[in-house]
Each structure stands twice: as structure tokens, then as C-alpha cells.
């Protein structure tokens, strides 16, 4: 049972472009959402995250956008450059007082031509 | 900057043979994590552990098995490798508590045939 959806699977835009990922969870427990960047041969990275008390969470150019009543979120990419070009993983937690157990979507593999 | 070490980098196993991926952090966090990445399938949770001595089952762990003998180390074991197993395998550390950063090693790409 896939707990985190992202979509689309792949995604290409132009440079300059807006890219927009999508994300949706089941598990209304789930409070905390990072994003994490791969790059191929790399482990993920953290990029950005946002927790359920907020709707909005901007870092230069990457912006989550937080739906808690649809159990939806998004990740924007302003401007997108050729070094944006990596998998994107959007990542759920469930709330733990001693341990972050994070759950995973499938990613979304962004391509920016330039 | 955190720092995960992940050995080896690549292996390949025969069926039934037994496999061993080792995972060093100098982070000193106490939760670190065993996690495998297969298209369309993202990162699946296969063991982790909360500090020395300690080992839980993650969403898959069939087939597998953890030691977690120092803060600094947690091996990935697969007593009888299958093919299915073909994988590629992060180790991930963290601190106490929720919320909190995850630092991704580079990874051990396992094929076995």
C-alpha cells in the first residue's frame, strides 16, 4: 500500500520554466514533509520541508504549497535551471517523540533542457 | 557536514550466498536506517535502529537482517540473497526525535544472480 503519491513520474520543462510537483498522502497522522533531491550516483538530500501547521514554506526558488484538508502538497521550482535535473522524493513522518520514520513516494524525475 | 560511509559501493552475489553491507556515520546521531530504491517503488524502510544493540523491523524486512554492534555502525545482512533482492542500498542516519534531517549515504548498488 502506497501511503505517499507523487506525480507526475517524469516531468521536463524548459530553463526558466516553473516545474510543479505533485504529492498526496492517506495517513492523516502524518505531520511533517520533507523533500529530498537525488542526483544519479547520490544519495538523497534534504531540500526543503514543511510541517502541517503551515500552508506555504518558500526557499529561493523552491516553494511547498500545503493542503492539510485535501492531504495534498506540491513543490515549485521558479526559474528552473539545468542543475535542477535530479529525482525528487517527497517524504511523510509520523509524529514520534524518539524517531522519525519517514515514508516515501515513488519520486518524480525532473529534467530541464536548457 | 554529516558524513554516512556505505561499503561496498557495488557487489554482485551468487543465489543463496550470504551478503553483508556496512554503513559508517560520524554524526554521532543515534537513529540510523536501512532503506532499498527500486523504480516506481521510491525508498522502502527495510530495518532500523534507535542506538547500539537495538534493530527494528522496517516496512519490508523480510529476507534481511540488521546489527547495529556501535553507535557509529549498522550492517545490512542477507543471510541467503535472492534475485528479487537486486537493489540499490541506502543507509541513512538521523537524530533523536521527529522531524528531524535524514543523511543519505551514496549508496551499494547488489545484483544478484
Known amino acids: 500500500q502506497q501511503q505517499v503519491r507523487q506525480s507526475p513520474q517524469s516531468l521536463t520543462v524548459w530553463e526558466g520554466e516553473t516545474a510543479i510537483l505533485n504529492c498526496s498522502y492517506e495517513?492523516?497522522?502524518?505531520?511533517?514533509f520533507p523533500w529530498y533531491q537525488q542526483f544519479p550516483g547520490e544519495g538523497p538530500a534534504l531540500l526543503i520541508s514543511i510541517r502541517s501547521v503551515s500552508d506555504k514554506k518558500e526557499d529561493g526558488r523552491f516553494t511547498i504549497f500545503f493542503n492539510k484538508r485535501e492531504k495534498k502538497l506540491s513543490l515549485h521550482i521558479t526559474d528552473s535551471q539545468p542543475g535542477d535535473s535530479a529525482t525528487y522524493f517527497c517524504?511523510?513522518?509520523?509524529?514520534?517523540?524518539?524517531?522519525?520514520?519517514?515514508?516515501f513516494g515513488q519520486g518524480t524525475s525532473l529534467s530541464v533542457v536548457p | 557536514e554529516a558524513a554516512v560511509t556505505q561499503s561496498p559501493r557495488n557487489k554482485v552475489a551468487v543465489t543463496g550466498g550470504k551478503v553483508t553491507l556496512s554503513c559508517n556515520q560520524t554524526n554521532n546521531h543515534n537513529n540510523m536506517y536501512w532503506y532499498r530504491q527500486d523504480t516506481g517503488h521510491g525508498l522502502r524502510l527495510i530495518h532500523y535502529?534507535?542506538?547500539?544493540?537495538?534493530?527494528e523491523k522496517g516496512d519490508i524486512p523480510d529476507g534481511y537482517k540488521a546489527s547495529r554492534p556501535s553507535q557509529e555502525n549498522f550492517s545490512l545482512i542477507l543471510e541467503l540473497a535472492t534475485p528479487s533482492q537486486t537493489s540499490v542500498y541506502f543507509c541513512?542516519?538521523?537524530?533523536?526525535?521527529?522531524?528531524?534531517?535524514?543523511?543519505f549515504g551514496e549508496g551499494s548498488r547488489l545484483i544478484v544472480v
Open positions: 495517513d492523516s497522522t502524518f505531520n511533517y
Open positions: 541513512a542516519s538521523g537524530a533523536r526525535g521527529s522531524g528531524n534531517t535524514l543523511y
Open positions: 517524504a511523510a513522518s509520523i509524529a514520534s517523540s524518539s524517531f522519525s520514520k519517514l515514508v
Open positions: 535502529s534507535y542506538g547500539a544493540g537495538s534493530t
